[in-house]
């Protein structure tokens, strides 16, 4: 879905009439034109095809003329309704003054953007503003019918946009960034807990598009600066959390804004990520989702970490990895390539594979990156790869995260064999072995929550982790162990601690202190 390329995208509606913009948010909720007035009305299936940019039974779950219905029409699928119908619940001469509406013909007023309901994490009924056709973000979004995408238009919400709002570090702050806004969606989330966020994006048009998200989900206007990235910004500007769905895909030349770095190879991601450092403030997060290159003769975790600027954690999770044929094939349908000519398409095909092939990329990875910046003298970096399904929202996950590793780099052996440990809530334990057998072949620890790992231990693993309720040292239960099992106690203290700072790291033991 797009708009043609070779044409400027329509029009947007005025960004400086917030009234217009709250009288318009008062109707929408006053019609239950919310998320959950939408899955009501369309019921699950059709609420779920709209996600994938499928209409027709939304279209034909609309047919009377309720107000939630006729709203769904005009706003999402892009259908011209009746102005003397509209006017009954819509503020229409201030819509169409402002350029919310437009006219169609001599009786029917049509949308100029998208504006899609969407749920917040407490609740709160925003509303997300796009470009026509463009509600879904991500692959496949952004094509119609044979049309490619216009490099400015601006993509909605798609599934990358929930997965960062989803693992980002939900603490109030001062000062937060969101590099390459788009559609505002990050920095709406930021609002709920930042006092201040800032917003940048080398497009004009989604920071326009931001500030019409922000104030039709009645949330405080951000400061939207133009440019790439973090060159918008003074010198001197730091911040507690920055959040970047950058346009990380790997591409020969920057045809879409929305997606293209313009940058060769995976060179975007790794400046954004590095760049972030010396911007953030003692303890603070950045958080992003990249893409990085699995190069022939290279580790893709050796070149991942590369990119951790100095004085901070990170924390960095591959998600997916995709063969350069898959990817490029990927991307050619989000910008509607292969509903084209298809000896273009096969000529751009050749072009990502060129590209490749000359980099010696076999592979490209996608995932999830955290930074925190630490005073600590040695700081910690994790790599890990985890293509499992986990449980979002994952920001309170994150922060445990570095709270562990905190707790695991101030106590060395001795201290942690003082310390008291809790099993941690949703673990549960699992013996695999042969029916009958006297002893399981292996015990698993599972979590069924968050990351949702699962790890195997060893029956004094197993006999640990399962007495582990904040009572007692680690210390004192190890000692118990080796007394029940006949073993050294001493001997037992010096192996044990490894596996004891494993199991905290992954969550599956908590500090009790």
Known sequence: MGGVSNATPPSLPSADRPEVAALLREALLAASFTADGLLDLLGAPAYAALARSETVPALRATRGDTPLETLVRLFLLQQPAPHARVAEFLPVHACVESGWLA???????????????????????????????????????????????????????????????????????AAALDLGTGSGIQALHAAQHATRVTATDLNPRALHITALSLALSGAP??????????????????????????????????????????????????????????????????????????VEGEDWQDRIRSWVPRGCDAWIVQREVQDVTQYAELWLRDAGDHRGDQADYQARYDAWLDEFEARKVKAVGFGWITLRRTAAAEPVVTVEEWPHPVEQPLGDTVLAHFARLDHLRTHDDAALLAGRFRLAAEVVQEQVGLPGAEDPEHVVLRQHRGMRRATKVDTVGAGFAGVCDGSLSAGRILDAIAQLVGEDPVSLRDRTPAQIRLLVEQGFLEPAE
């Not at 470009?131 to 919400?157: E, I, K, T, Y």
């Not at 001197?236 to 790997?250: A, H, K, Q, R």
């Not at 997606?259 to 954004?272: A, E, F, K, Q, T």
Request: hydrophobic share 35%; net charge negative; charged share 20%.
């Open 103 to 173: 006219p169609a013909g001599p009786d029917e007023v049509a949308a100029t953007v998208d504006v899609r309901p969407y749920g917040g994490p407490d609740g709160e009924d925003w509303f997300i503003v796009s470009d026509l056709g463009c509600a879904v973000g991500g692959a496949g979004g952004s094509a119609n019918g044979g049309r490619q995408a216009d490099a400015a238009v601006v993509l909605g919400v798609g599934g990358a946009s929930t997965t960062l709002a989803g693992i980002t570090v939900r603490k109030p702050v």
């Open 221 to 294: 206007a951000a400061d939207l600066r133009e440019g790439s990235l973090f060159e918008p910004l003074r010198d001197d500007e730091t911040y507690d959390l920055i959040v970047s769905n950058p346009p990380f895909v790997i591409s020969p030349g920057a045809r879409l804004t929305y997606r293209d770095g313009g940058m060769g190879g995976d060179d975007l991601c790794r400046s954004v990520v590095q760049g972030a450092g010396e911007r953030l403030n003692e303890g603070g997060f950045a958080q992003f989702l990249a893409n990085w290159q699995h």
